[in-house]
């Protein structure tokens, strides 16, 4: 199995700052690209950001310029910067990572999170 653990989640004013991090582990053959999707109360599920081994990222609209993702291969854990945080930005964020496990290498599947809260009011 492989399994993912979000932490850094909490509660924070307009304008500050979080790092969320993400370590997947368990019977892990290779992990392609990880990623972070929210989902507020009432909405969809929607991309935050998201990033492939060779470090390619994508970024949802209303994130750019604020939040940035990375990651560490060999630990085989994302991270995510967001700064200038709005109240918009309130959901709860889940880590996902697609990839491969030791009993199934060339069978690659999404795997997610338990979630973290994100929190931004005055």
């Known amino acids: 199995q492989v399994q993912l653990v979000e932490s850094g989640g909490g509660l924070v004013q307009p304008g500050g700052s979080l790092r969320l991090s993400c370590a997947a582990s368990?019977?892990?053959?290779?992990?392609?690209?990880m990623g972070w999707y929210r989902q507020a109360p009432g909405k969809q599920r929607e991309l935050v950001a998201d990033?492939?081994?060779?470090?390619?990222?994508n970024y949802g609209d209303s994130v750019k310029g604020r939040f940035t993702i990375s990651r560490d291969n060999a630990k085989n854990t994302v991270y995510l910067q967001m700064n200038s945080l709005k109240p918009e930005d309130t959901a709860v964020y889940y880590c996902?990572?697609?990839?491969?496990?030791?009993?199934?290498?060339?069978?690659?599947?999404?795997?997610w999170g338990q979630g973290t809260q994100v929190t931004v009011s005055p």
């Open positions: 368990g019977s892990i053959f290779r992990i392609n690209t």
């Open positions: 990033i492939t081994r060779s470090t390619s990222t």
């Open positions: 996902n990572a697609f990839g491969s496990s030791l009993s199934s290498p060339l069978s690659r599947n999404n795997y």
